[in-house]
Each structure stands twice: as structure tokens, then as C-alpha cells.
């Protein structure tokens, strides 16, 4: 998992820190994965399990008593099992913009990745369950998204350029540029890039020019905000 950092959202900046205690409510319909995750995310200093849902009504009840820093909810809940968890980050993010949410999920839904970020990926996260198990990655995608930023699993990310592969200007895009696309969406910076990809700064600085160039986003000056802006643009005008 990699996680991407953005610059906060008007209202929440300076909502959390990393020297303050992050207050989390959980949802997830399984009573073993909600107590098993409560009791390891128990163990890590500076983090609060406040409260605990098991559909999208007590969620937004917990919600709204105890005032969280962020919501960690399974896609999937009662009553349909299927997009609940993606319909309840909406609602949070329109009655309480205050809170991030991170959205799990059992493998890469593509349309419910989209239908997520429509909106922006300042303050969400969409990971894959298994995740669960790495919890420094974990809290670190908590943190992240608590103060603003977004935690997108490197395989969303993978699964949102492929789907625009063949359509717009991603299809003009080189292998090596589509390479930095993707590692700068999922939150890495140019020395990590450089590290990962074998490149030195210098040539991953003209591939993200040529990238943004391409995709219209020469007017983004920051990594951060860069990054924001091409997700939003993969989430943009998706298909039905």
C-alpha cells in the first residue's frame, strides 16, 4: 500500500495532528474482524477506537456522538452488501467535513472507487482489506487521512489508469511516464520515485512535467496538490 499525501481540505486543517491522540470509530458488519481490529488498533499509542457500528445507521450515530478524527468502514454492510460503506463516506463527507474516512475493501471495485473519489480524494482512502494486516500501514493511512490527505491502495490506483487506458490523454503517455503517473498517485515523491524506478531526480522531474504537459495540469505547482488533481481527473467523467 502506498499512501498519498495532499494538502488539507478548507475546515480541516489543524482538526488533527500527530501529537494529539487520532479518535477513530470503526464499522464493519463481522463481529470478529470489528473487535479483532479494535483490540490491535487498542495497542498503538496515540490511537482511539471511540466507538463501533455494524451497519450505516449506527455509523452515522457514532458519528455524530462522539465526533471522531476519522471513520474506518468495510465497503460492504448490511442491508445489501454491496456499497454502503461508499454511500456512508458520502454522507460524512457532506454533514461532517471534519472527518476523514477510509473505505476497506475486499478486493479493487473499480466503480466504487470512481463513485468515492468523484468528489475529491482530500480527507478518503480506499484500501484492500487485507491491509488490515500491516497495522503501521494502517495507522499511517489513518494519520494521513485524518489530517487531509488521502491512503489510496496501489492496486486502486493500478485499476484507475488501466480503466482510462485506451481513452483520453493517458493513452499518449509513455510506459516509463505511466510508471511515474502511477507512483506519484499513490503518494510517493520524487526521491522515492527515483529510488523505486531506477531514475535519477533529474529525469523524474522532466517525466512529470511531460506527464502534466500531457494532462493539462501544467498549472499545478505542488507534489501534494499535483497529486490530487490526478486522481481527480481518473476520477472524472467515468463510464456508467
Known amino acids: 500500500m502506498e499512501v498519498g499525501l495532499s494538502t488539507p481540505r478548507p475546515g480541516r486543517q489543524g482538526h488533527y495532528s500527530r501529537d494529539v491522540t487520532l479518535r477513530v470509530v ?7 474482524v470489528r ?7 487498542a495497542e498503538v499509542d496515540g490511537i482511539d477506537v471511540v466507538a463501533t457500528a455494524d451497519d450505516v445507521e449506527s455509523l452515522m450515530r457514532s458519528v455524530g456522538d462522539h465526533s471522531p478524527d476519522i471513520v474506518l468502514t ?3 454492510m448490511p442491508p445489501t452488501h454491496t456499497n454502503e460503506g461508499i454511500e456512508a463516506a458520502k454522507r460524512i463527507r457532506a454533514e461532517y467535513p471534519g472527518v476523514g474516512v477510509v473505505v476497506l475493501s475486499q478486493y479493487v471495485e473499480e466503480d466504487y472507487a470512481f463513485s468515492l473519489l468523484a468528489d475529491g480524494v482530500a480527507g478518503m482512502g480506499y484500501l484492500l482489506k487485507e ?3 500491516d497495522l503501521g500501514e494502517l495507522v499511517r493511512a489513518l494519520q494521513e487521512v485524518a489530517r487531509g490527505g ?3 491502495d496501489a492496486e486502486v490506483v493500478e485499476a484507475l489508469l488501466a480503466r482510462r487506458n485506451s481513452r483520453g490523454p493517458l493513452e499518449e503517455l509513455t510506459d516509463r511516464e505511466r510508471e511515474v503517473l502511477q507512483a506519484m498517485a499513490t503518494g ?5 520515485i527515483a ?3 531506477f531514475m535519477s531526480d533529474r529525469a523524474v522531474e522532466k517525466h512529470i512535467g511531460s506527464v502534466f504537459q500531457k494532462l493539462g495540469l501544467v498549472d499545478e505547482q505542488e ?3 499535483r497529486v490530487m488533481a490526478v486522481l481527480a481527473y481518473l476520477g472524472a467523467n467515468s463510464p456508467n
Open 26 to 32: 470503526f464499522a464493519d458488519d463481522n463481529y470478529l
Open 35 to 41: 473487535e479483532g481490529v479494535t483490540a490491535l488498533l
Open 74 to 76: 468495510d465497503i460492504r
Open 131 to 133: 491491509r488490515l494486516t
Open 150 to 152: 488521502s491512503a489510496l
Open 188 to 192: 510517493r515523491n520524487n526521491a522515492t
Open 195 to 197: 529510488k523505486t524506478l
Open 223 to 225: 507534489v501534494n496538490r
